[in-house]
């Protein structure tokens, strides 16, 4: 029933895949602060620069933006939350890191926009079984993404996976985004 339509099907993969990598550099934080030589707090800074910044990015999005720059806002905004995490190519260190955890973590801010077309996108009658695929598929995802993201750990360094993800996800992201925007009426 959700995945019916070409444009939701679109954007419920999109509200998939952006958290999905997101969760990578968690999945990897013990591992990369390891790398780093870093300690138990360094451990906690990462885990939590990310979860900041989507709380900042939610409230900012929720509060600044009305609603057709919301919808505006899901290619910049899901953007953002990808390309900072680039600077794992560098190994950087924990601090430098934890600034780009924080920054991909403001992207979060295109959730509103993305929730908002599924909505438009749905009567009424569905409403209920599209939310709960929608959530359902986050879930089983991001599980997903933490058992992958340990297994590639094993083979390649920490910092190589968080990179390669961003690397991965960007141009699936940018179709899965010119695949959901809203369709012209003729």
């Not at 057709?68 to 990808?82: D, F, H, N, T």
């Not at 991001?142 to 390669?164: E, K, M, N, W």
Request: aromatic share 4%; glycine share 12%; net charge positive.
């Amino acid at each position: 029933m959700a995945l019916r339509t070409p444009e939701l099907r679109a954007l419920l993969l999109l509200g998939w895949l952006l958290p999905v990598l997101c969760v990578v550099p968690e999945a990897l934080a013990v591992p990369y602060a390891r790398q780093m030589n870093g300690t138990g707090w360094d451990v906690g800074v990462l885990l939590a620069a990310l979860p900041a910044g989507s709380v900042v990015g939610e409230l900012w999005a929720g509060r600044a933006l009305g609603e057709r720059a919301r919808v505006a806002a899901i290619l910049p905004l899901g953007l953002m939350q990808l390309v900072p995490l680039l600077v794992y190519a560098m190994a950087p260190v924990v601090p430098i890191a934890a600034v780009a955890l924080f920054v991909s973590g403001l992207g979060a801010g295109h959730r509103l926009g993305l929730d908002q077309r599924v909505l438009e996108l749905t009567d009424p009658q569905t409403r209920g079984p599209v939310l709960a695929t929608a959530t359902a598929g986050l879930m089983l995802a991001q599980g997903a993404a933490f058992a992958v993201a340990g297994a590639l750990g094993d083979g390649f360094t920490p910092h190589g996976v968080v990179a390669g993800s961003a690397v991965a996800g960007i141009p699936c992201a940018l179709l899965l985004m010119v695949a959901s925007r809203p369709r012209r009426s003729r």
